[in-house]
């Protein structure tokens, strides 16, 4: 059944008013919401609270939208149950608000049983109060449902997350509304972080260049978006958002996260992600699935539960954090891969931007499929979370960055060909620093069919270019090429200009 034709409102009328509702209790404050959880808490020797659930990802495969999958009449019995246990249950209820920028803002309101408090208490460190504004969004969290599910009413503005206990899925439920919402408004929502870079150019002058970072979890978009670039006053380097933004029309982009960062914390450490770790290991930070033994000592370094572990960490523990989350122009784009074919750094004309957008090529993590983690993979604008024809995207994509007269660029953050050369966080970050000075300089190369740094400062660039660390280097370029042509050719609404810029 699909939700075509259907009132929105009647639906969210069916779910309790929080602020009458006998079983309900609203907005409760953060140590409230801690007090709750307390049965779930392992204390850290760093005084924060930790949390291990039962779903420790995403469950992708069981999530359907209203507008992507026709509604059967099981999909709606599900909507339907979650509206009515909503009035059943004993639930928290908590108001938050996802976004600052005035076309880009919407209350969100969260229902989940007492009993499974840690989600509500980490979901709300993540955005910043909504001072009574009315919903525009609403999900309903009901983890021991006897059925895993995750239903979508877009245009509705209502999630059922039925059977899983995993923060994430809150999270998403309305960051995945958020981008819908504003590509209805003629912008693009992108699973991507932004950050502000202030740094002299290559005649000494002062100037501002704002950053976007593209990539699915895990493949290094968190550490180059909070990373300061080991930068002195007066230059400095601003994280503004981690996660999900919307870019605008006019090219600014709004920001979705007021308050706090939804962190991979694997492998954390303090000597490569100092900021990162900082947070993670501050009594404001809240664990889920992270290794963490009885007696509060915290092992980053350990997949006791998952691979996909994390943190919950606030902005204001994060030096490179500012105080603002919207961007105020797009400048340059960065698409994150781990293609061993790929070189540390390639600077992209509009149409092979709008390729990368659409390949969106990188490996699996544990965040997406565990069972699948480090194989290669493609996901469109590397965003899972996508509503409406893909094709459409790549589209827009394209249309904006050729109105906005944005620099783009593809990063390889993992290794070239054989592991034989890895690309380090000092790499990337020094990469990242000297396109925003504008001191690369570049050169077309023939055999890669790319234009590709010829100097960097800082890096001695000839030690990776990827043909030498390739066997049959040709041979497997073509291959790739053939792939990515045949890939493209599945959207029917992709421009052919876009899919004929193959590189």
């Known amino acids: 059944m699909s939700e075509t034709g259907t009132e929105s409102r009647p639906l969210v009328r069916q779910l309790p008013d929080p602020a009458a509702a006998s079983n309900v209790r609203y907005n409760p404050s953060l140590e409230e919401l801690r007090e709750l959880a307390t049965p779930d808490e392992t204390t850290t020797e760093f005084g924060s609270p930790s949390y291990v659930s039962e779903f420790r990802s995403r469950s992708s495969d069981r999530t359907k939208n209203a507008i992507d999958h026709e509604f059967t009449d099981h999909d709606q019995e599900l909507i339907d149950d979650a509206v009515d246990l909503a009035s059943d249950v004993e639930l928290v209820c908590?108001?938050?608000l996802m976004g600052r920028h005035p076309d880009a803002s919407f209350c969100c309101r969260l229902f989940v049983p007492v009993e499974h408090a840690r989600i509500a208490y980490a979901w709300a460190n993540l955005f910043e109060p909504a001072d009574g504004e009315?919903?525009?969004?609403?999900?309903?969290?009901?983890?021991?449902?006897?059925?895993?599910?995750?239903?979508?009413?877009?245009?509705?503005?209502?999630?059922?997350?039925?059977?899983?206990?995993?923060?994430?899925?809150?999270?998403?439920?309305?960051l995945r509304l958020f981008m819908y919402r504003i590509k209805q408004q003629g912008g693009l929502g992108l699973h991507a972080g932004s950050k502000r870079v202030r740094v002299r150019n290559e005649n000494d002058d002062l100037q501002t260049v704002g950053q976007v970072f593209m990539g699915l979890s895990a493949t290094g978009k968190s550490t180059l978006t909070s990373h300061g670039c080991w930068l002195e006053d007066p230059e400095d380097a601003s994280m503004?958002?981690?996660d999900v933004c919307g870019l605008l029309s006019d090219g600014s982009v709004a920001g979705s996260e007021g308050q706090g960062l939804f962190i991979k914390t694997i492998g954390l450490g303090e000597d490569e992600q100092p900021?990162?770790?900082?947070?993670?290991?501050?009594?404001?930070?809240?664990?889920?699935?992270?290794?963490?033994?009885?007696?509060?000592?915290?092992h980053f370094d350990e997949d006791r539960y998952t691979?996909?572990?994390?943190?919950?960490?606030?902005?204001?523990?994060?030096?490179?954090?500012?105080?603002?989350?919207?961007?105020?122009?797009?400048?340059?784009?960065?698409?994150?891969?781990?293609?061993?074919?790929?070189p540390p750094v390639a600077k992209l004309n509009e149409e092979q931007a709008a390729v990368?957008?659409?390949?969106?090529?990188?490996?699996?993590?544990?965040a997406g499929d565990p069972s699948r983690a480090g194989e290669s993979i493609r996901v469109v604008g590397t965003n899972p979370f996508i509503i409406g024809p893909e094709g459409e995207e790549g589209n827009i994509f394209h249309e904006l960055i050729d109105i906005l007269d944005v620099d783009c660029y593809v990063i390889n953050t993992g290794y070239l060909g054989q592991k034989s050369q890895d690309i380090g966080v000092t790499e990337s970050v020094t990469i990242l620093t000297e396109a925003a000075r504008g001191t690369i300089e570049w050169t077309d190369d023939e055999e890669m069919g790319l234009t590709i740094p010829e100097t960097v400062p800082g890096i001695d660039i000839e030690e990776f270019y990827v043909p030498d660390h390739v066997e049959d280097y040709d041979e497997a370029l073509s291959d790739l090429r053939a792939e990515r042509r045949e890939y493209l050719e599945q959207f029917e609404t992709l421009r052919d200009e876009i899919k004929d810029a193959v590189y």
């Open 94 to 96: 908590v108001d938050r």
């Open 134 to 174: 009315d919903p525009d969004l609403y999900t309903v969290q009901l983890p021991d449902y006897d059925e895993t599910a995750i239903r979508v009413l877009p245009d509705t503005g209502f999630t059922a997350v039925l059977g899983s206990d995993y923060t994430g899925e809150a999270k998403k439920s309305f």
């Open 240 to 242: 503004l958002q981690d």
């Open 275 to 298: 900021e990162l770790y900082e947070a993670a290991t501050d009594e404001s930070a809240i664990l889920e699935n992270v290794a963490v033994d009885d007696d509060g000592t915290v």
């Open 307 to 342: 691979a996909n572990s994390r943190a919950i960490i606030q902005r204001d523990e994060l030096e490179s954090a500012d105080e603002e989350i919207d961007l105020g122009s797009m400048d340059q784009v960065f698409f994150i891969t781990r293609n061993p074919l790929m």
């Open 356 to 366: 990368a957008f659409m390949l969106g090529e990188s490996i699996e993590t544990s």
